[in-house]
């Protein structure tokens, strides 16, 4: 998608080389948005890679444009982004309180402290950027805000990879408008026409992709087939697993353990975590099939088959009503049991906005050397994209006569 990329420094390829940063070839960017979108296979590995990419070509442009950054900044800026997902679990979000109690964040922390100590304090300043407690607040921006290397790849090179020719966004022009003004990331003036272009692309991504609703079907039916698997496996029932999701399967994991680095099985909770991957995942569920359990052979089925549950979308939350209609069509037809019924119907709220005014801004830097919120200075109405559309969804088997 980049062509050709030279890795910045030893360290950066060091880091790229150790086991931990390797993992994120078995993680998939887009969890199972491949049952929608055939081409969406990239790994979260290829994403780390060119937001690193990315941030060499913004450390360049902020140089050429008077900005001091020194060579160890621009190595530590480097190595933040290029480490800023190692705490992804399989399937990404999906597994976020599903089979830990933890948010990727805090593990990516965890791990690039774990890193740190492997390389002999080296990602000292990458973490303290990380974190923004670094005096520079505008490098922790260049990874983590509204107008960041890990957007800008995320956005162009799931894009690519799904076909969804709407996502493009104009990375080389964003960049070569990026400037420093009082110690905030701002844009150029001149580039104010590809940022809105960028926040409207990202607003068609989210309900084209990442909240399509036949993805989101997907990501709840592989949730319910991991609860439902944990739930046999802590009740003592026999369920196949790898090693390493095993481990998984026969605890609750909270964060405090994370912290502490308990010890289970020879291994840390921390090791263990980093051993887990999509493999792990796709694996059992294959097996998850045979089971003697009809929901957990159910479910699997309907994953690894794509026979995916129906699902609508509507802009006023699912009335109870609804769903004890529902289950009470699955306990007839599926389940006979009601408190099984529950694995065989979702219903929740999916939300997006492109562009949250209430959290940090993106600023238009003009030629009298004043800044105006994109909002102010944008010549159309952006007020949409910063408004929470909230969606509801109802997601069920389709053999029911809803």
Known sequence: MFGFITLQSELVFDLVESPIFQRLRQIKQLGLSYLVFPGANHSRFEHGIGASHLMRQAISVLRLKGINITDEEAEAVTVAILLHDIGHAPFSHVLENTLVQISHEEI??????????????????????????????????????????????????????????????????????????????????????????????????????YLHKTVVSAEYLLINVLKRAKELSMQGISVFATPTLHVFMKRNFTSKQFYNNVLVEGKTVLEWYSLLDDNDILVSVKEWQHHSDVVLSTLAKSLTNRK??????????????????IIKQITENITGDENLAKYFLMTGEIKNNAYNKHNEHILVLDKKGKTKDIQQA?????????????????????????
Request: aromatic letters at 12%; charged letters at 25%.
């Open 378 to 402: 944008s010549d159309i109405n952006l007020s949409a994209l910063s408004k929470t559309v909230r969606k509801y969804y109802l997601c069920y088997p389709k053999e029911l006569d809803i």
């Open 308 to 325: 995916l549950f129906k699902t609508q979308l509507q802009t006023k939350p699912i009335t109870k009503l609804l769903e004890d209609k």
């Open 108 to 209: 990516s922390l965890l791990l690039m402290n774990e890193l740190n100590t492997q390389f002999n304090g080296k990602l000292d300043l990458a973490i303290r950027i990380f974190t923004n407690k670094y005096k520079k607040k505008f490098l922790h921006q260049l990874v983590s805000s509204q107008l960041d290397m890990d957007r800008l790849d995320y956005l162009s090179r799931d894009s690519f990879f799904t076909g969804v020719v709407e996502g493009t966004v104009g990375i080389d022009r964003i960049i070569k408008m990026l400037n420093v003004w009082q110690d905030k990331l701002v844009v150029d003036v001149k580039g104010i026409y590809s940022v809105e272009k960028f926040l409207i692309s990202r607003r068609l991504m989210y309900w084209q992709v």
